[in-house]
């Protein structure tokens, strides 16, 4: 039988996948125009898995590939100019930091396209926690930069609430740096969080998190429709969220959609509040919501 489990995670990949296409360009035109920011992009997935997902019979790409690709892509498509982009993927866990270190040596060397030409810098996989992990990445960069404003993106995608929460002071402290520009996308369970806050009141909440990452905009995904076939009462509902203080737009081309829209905030509430607290507003109406 088809797994709920595996809907998302393709989802998930996709979702990041077109995020990338959309996003990245964007970073590659702003760096282009001003002299203060580091012309290499920062791309870190910090909590990179093995690299390949495995359900049963599937394995498709796993979030550090589905970047490597897309930087590849975009590279070797011209689309970034002059600007060169440089990715991280961090990975705690021994076992899938190995396997990591193997799918992205493989992978890199069958694209072998923008990393020949020096477009694009692939990092030998760090094993480690993502803060320490992106602190020390960040400044390094910044030491060989001369102090230049670094732009970027940084994947956060937490197994439970619990791995969020205990590396998120030392992600907020790079991702609010004066020289970081980095825009955050984080997918995640919201059921998950939603049952931590109940078991233990004291547990800090998605939208505290988000509070830390000191975001001045928020996108939201859809949610994934699990097919009916594998409709299952655990299956946890899923979303992508990706924070910036950019001033741009055209999120939509991605499928995302802006937590100040009515699509966005209808989204994020059913996020933050539970089935019970939720009451969706009369039509053409919608509550506002404080994340900070
Ligand atoms: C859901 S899996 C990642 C899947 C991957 N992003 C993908 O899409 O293919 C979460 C991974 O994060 C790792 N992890 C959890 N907490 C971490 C932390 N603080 N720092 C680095 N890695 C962490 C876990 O070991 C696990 O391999």
């Not at 996709?14 to 012309?39: G, N």
């Not at 949610?223 to 299956?235: L, Q």
């Not at 001033?247 to 059913?270: I, N, Q, V, Y």
Request: aromatic share 8%.
């Amino acid at each position: 039988m088809a797994n709920p489990t595996s809907h998302a995670t393709r989802f998930k990949e996709e979702r990041l996948a077109a995020l990338m296409r959309w996003l990245v360009p964007i970073q590659a035109a702003v760096t282009r125009k001003h002299d203060y920011a580091d012309p290499t992009l920062l791309y870190v997935d910090g909590m990179a898995g093995a690299g390949v997902n495995h359900f049963g019979e599937e394995s498709f790409d796993g979030s550090p590939l589905v970047m490597l690709e897309a930087l590849d892509a975009l590279s070797v498509g011209g689309t970034l100019g002059t600007a060169r982009s440089h990715l991280v993927a961090i990975e705690r866990d021994y076992r899938q930091w190995l396997e990591l270190s193997v799918n992205v040596a493989r992978h890199a060397g069958y694209l072998h396209s923008a990393s020949v030409t020096g477009q694009l810098e692939v990092s030998f996989p760090v094993r480690g926690c993502v803060g320490e992990g992106l602190h020390k990445v960040f400044s390094e960069r910044l030491r060989r930069n001369g102090g230049r404003v670094i732009y970027g993106l940084v994947f956060l995608d937490p197994t439970n609430p619990g791995d969020l929460v205990s590396a998120i002071d030392a992600v907020a402290d790079v991702v609010n740096h004066r020289r970081a520009r980095l825009d955050v996308a984080l997918w995640t369970s919201t059921t998950q969080w939603k049952r931590v806050s109940k078991s233990q009141p004291d547990h800090p909440s998605l939208s505290d998190i988000m509070g830390k990452l000191g975001r001045s905009r928020w996108l939201t995904s859809d949610v994934p429709k699990i097919p009916r076939c594998c409709d299952n009462s655990n299956a946890f509902q899923w979303q992508m969220f990706v924070g910036t203080k950019g001033d741009f737009d055209g999120w939509s081309k991605a499928g995302f959609h802006d937590t100040e829209s009515p699509t966005g905030r209808r989204l994020l509430a059913m996020a933050l509040k539970t089935r019970k607290e939720y009451q969706p507003p009369p039509e053409g109406q919608y509550e506002l919501l404080h994340l900070r």
